[in-house]
């Protein structure tokens, strides 16, 4: 219904624009009508030009007055359809274009010029107020130029003679055809931008929800038991490609539940990436609901094998560090896929490196695969702290990286502060380093024991 009025008040809006241009027109034949036998008269008996009849004369000014006349009766008309009040306009025009070549051809119309002049104004207009297309253009203006060459092959003589008048007959159209290709190439640019416009839009909503489906992929940060674990996250750009898994398996001697967290880093960016670490995180939850109590040796090897088949012939690898930290007999076990080192510190502040023990996934078969054992303490008070590379390789405006003795500084420098720890402090010491736009995802995830039930201490970095 809103489409049905939306056409309607259009058809109205354009026939009140052909009734304006048509008393546009009139007044421009008035005008030049009256220059026509005040100064055209004139310059006729100087120059000995020969007139024709006043009633000749006459009749073709009212002849063109007459065209505009019917044009603005049709378009007020409820009778006449739009389309033919539209296809009147070209009607019009060009009967305007014959009446001047009549003009021209009886005399007292400054040489010519005033036929010239009279319908390139009219001519302009229609294409300015009714937004005439190249095509109609072309039509009147080929009209106008036609007239007045068969006028001339009939033995009308204009006082400027035959080729100054060809040659004004085809200037006449000039600027009309001009400004009407102007309207279309402009049209046709601002369409153009529209389109990328909508397209871009459209695309800016599926990266929004594409993100909002990555991030639901996330876990929730655990805060109770004698191990938990938290994070943050910021992605480059509206989507990236790293992505962090949480499972809970039993412990040892059916003690409280071991936490497995799966820290993965796929190369590149954007949606190529986000859409590999979908389907990560299906072979994650997949592998830790088969094998729950999966120790972090076999779940890299597994990892390994899907990516070197479904990935790597997309040059898509992945770095990853996986963990499982078990309370019943406080160890940790890790190990990592070419993932940057990362930092075990213990409940008396001293601090070591978890280096890789095995190549980046995706590059070697499995039966080529090999992966180190790792296993450390982690007792009550200790905690871990791993990261993508994009916290380390964060530019200052310089130029310089972070790297990792800045990130290990920021680490020692004291206590985690009991809401945010060790990632929001270290991606705090990372946005201040940097000031500017990341140009990569930056992932900072820290694994703890508590003391007693409690977390550790107060902060003072």
Same mark, same amino acid.
Request: proline residues 0%.
């Given at each position: 219904m809103s489409g049905?009025?939306?056409a309607a008040n259009a058809e109205v809006e354009t026939r009140k624009r052909v009734v304006a241009f048509a008393g546009g027109a009139i007044l421009i034949g008035v005008v030049v009508a009256i220059v026509e036998w005040v100064v /055209?008269? /004139?310059m006729a008996v100087d120059r000995g030009w020969t007139l024709g009849p006043a009633w000749a004369r006459g009749g073709a000014d009212a002849l063109w $007055?007459?065209?505009?006349?019917?044009?603005a009766l049709a378009a007020v008309s409820g009778g006449v359809g739009f389309s033919r009040v539209m296809f009147g306009t070209l009607w019009a025009v060009s009967a305007a274009g014959v009446v001047d070549v009549v003009r021209r051809s009886l005399g007292a119309d400054l040489g010519g010029l005033g036929a010239t002049a009279s319908f390139m104004a009219v001519h302009t207009l229609a294409v300015w107020m009714l937004g005439w297309k190249v095509r109609e253009a072309l039509i009147t203006g080929g009209a106008w130029v036609f007239t007045g060459t068969a006028a001339l092959a009939l033995g009308a003589v204009p006082a400027i003679g035959a080729e100054w008048a060809l040659g004004l007959a085809?200037?006449?159209?000039?600027p009309g055809t001009l400004l009407a290709w102007l309207k279309v190439a402009r049209s046709r640019d601002r369409e153009t931008a529209d389109f990328f416009e909508s397209r871009y839009e459209e695309v800016h909503?599926?990266?929004?929800?594409?993100?909002?489906?990555?991030?639901a992929a996330f876990p929730e940060p655990v805060r109770e038991g004698s191990v938990q674990f938290t994070y943050q996250y910021l992605p480059m750009s509206q989507i990236g490609g790293d992505y962090l898994h949480a499972f809970r398996g039993s412990g040892a001697h059916?003690?409280? $539940?071991?936490l497995s967290i799966a820290l993965l880093d796929v190369t590149g960016?954007?949606?190529a990436a986000a859409l590999t670490v979908n389907r990560l995180h299906g072979e994650l939850s997949r592998l830790y609901a088969e094998h729950p109590d999966m120790r972090p040796v076999d779940v890299l090897r597994a990892l390994n094998k899907y990516v070197y088949l479904t990935l790597a012939d997309y040059s898509l690898f992945v770095t990853g560090f996986i963990v499982r930290a078990d309370p019943g007999d406080n160890t940790l076990e890790y190990a990592s896929a070419g993932h940057p080192p990362g930092f075990l510190r213990s409940s008396t502040g001293i601090i070591s490196e978890l280096d890789s023990t095995a190549m980046v996934l995706g590059a070697l078969p499995d039966e080529d695969y090999e992966i180190d054992e790792a296993v450390r303490r982690f007792g009550p008070g200790d905690c871990l702290v791993a990261y993508t590379d994009g916290a380390i390789e964060a530019r200052s405006p310089e130029g310089e990286f972070f790297g990792v003795e800045r990130l290990r500084d920021v680490f020692r420098s004291g206590w985690a502060d009991t809401d945010g720890r060790w990632p929001e402090a270290m991606v705090r010491a990372v946005e201040r380093f940097r000031r500017g736009e990341a140009d990569d995802d930056t992932l900072v995830v820290e694994l703890f024991r508590t003391l007693g039930g409690a977390s550790v201490g107060a902060s003072d970095a």
């Open positions: 049905t009025k939306t /055209g008269a /004139g $007055a007459v065209a505009f006349v019917v044009l085809m200037l006449a159209a000039a909503r599926d990266l929004l929800d594409a993100r909002r489906i990555h991030e059916g003690s409280e $539940a071991a960016h954007g949606i």
